[in-house]
């Protein structure tokens, strides 16, 4: 039977808490409820304990979470929404990222950040956080878009000594299914091609993978080979991949879901411009969502982030340069 990416990452919690004892979840109504997503559905049954309620403080959450990793467990602390670790931004990036650089001692552990936008959601459930955190020495951010991945990163990320914040898209969670768990994987920081081409390049992650991959397949109609790199990590990047792909198309699309000032597709164009300028037969471009908060109804947040017909129209005035 398929799993969904939500199954594959419950999953992974699963077998995280199994195998081993150090690690426990902490969040909102993870417990009997099972989390606002129901990722954690039934495991405080199967783990009494380790999978506890906290209160409506992410601040407090992660301080505790911090204090835990530090003295030698791994918590998993699951944010009800991305948006609201801004909350618990300077145990984040102040405390969390800085210990092991400020006294040598590791604090491994995991925010989970149900990211991105759904229909409806508006401004306040829906932002991608990913470029924030990624800003900050000292956090590994992971962006996951595939149902192995979630699954596979996920475990990874548990056994990581560095903090990391694991940014899952909320869309995918129902949206997307698999038929197996995957039994290999990439490792953390390196990128997938997910499709081949060489015509042009577009560098993507999260949602986004998936939006470029039916963009391109509507542009292999019309005789164009997109390559579709899906980047899993944005903290490390796999540039290396980025520009062995440029090399091939010459040309570069970086799609992000996230606003659009600095963020992750600046950065991989300022990579790629620096490191690759020779490469390239077009000035590199790049397409996020819009430069406002994120409205609620349904139709102005279709309008609001990248699709596959936005894509593919970018992709088009990129070819024609």
């Known amino acids: 039977m398929a799993l969904t990416y939500l199954e594959a990452i419950r999953e992974a919690l699963t077998r995280a808490l199994r195998d081993d004892p150090t690690v426990f979840i902490y969040g909102q109504d993870v417990a009997t409820f099972g989390g606002a997503f129901k990722a954690t559905k039934n495991l405080s049954r199967d783990f009494p304990g380790r999978v506890l309620d906290a209160p409506i403080s ?23 929404f991305a948006d609201f670790s801004s909350i618990a931004f300077n145990q984040i990036v102040n405390q969390a990222a800085t210990h092991f ?26 932002q991608m956080m990913e470029s924030i955190y990624a800003h900050y020495p000292g956090l590994v951010v992971l962006t ?5 991945d979630a699954y596979s990163m996920l475990l990874e990320a548990v056994a990581l000594d560095d903090p990391v914040i694991f ?22 920081g390196k990128a997938r091609i997910a499709r081949m081409g060489r015509h042009a390049t577009v560098v993507t992650y999260s949602a986004m993978v998936h939006e470029s ?15 579709v790199i899906d980047l899993r990590s944005v903290k490390p990047i796999d540039s290396d991949t980025v520009l062995a792909s440029v090399a091939r198309t010459g040309r ?10 600095g963020g992750v597709c600046a950065e991989v164009i300022a990579r790629v411009v620096a490191d690759g300028f020779n490469l390239l037969d077009a000035p590199p471009q790049r397409l996020n969502a819009k430069d406002t908060p994120i409205p609620y109804h349904p139709n102005l947040w279709a309008a609001h982030r990248p699709t596959a017909a936005t894509i593919a129209e970018s992709l088009r005035r990129l070819l024609r340069f």
């Open 58 to 80: 992410e601040d407090a959450m992660l301080g505790m979470a911090i204090g835990a990793a530090i003295e030698g467990m791994r918590p998993i602390v699951e944010m009800q």
């Open 101 to 126: 650089w400020r006294t040598g001692v590791t604090c491994p552990l995991v925010v989970r950040l149900p990211s991105g936008g759904t229909p409806g959601s508006g401004p306040f459930h829906s």
């Open 144 to 148: 996951p878009a595939t149902v192995g």
């Open 167 to 188: 940014c899952e898209h909320k869309f995918l969670y129902y949206h997307l299914k698999d038929e197996a768990l995957p039994e290999e994987s990439l490792p953390i």
């Open 213 to 227: 991959l039916r963009a391109a397949a509507d542009l292999a109609a019309e005789g164009y080979e997109i390559e």
């Open 252 to 261: 570069l699309l970086c799609v992000g879901e996230s606003f659009p000032w």
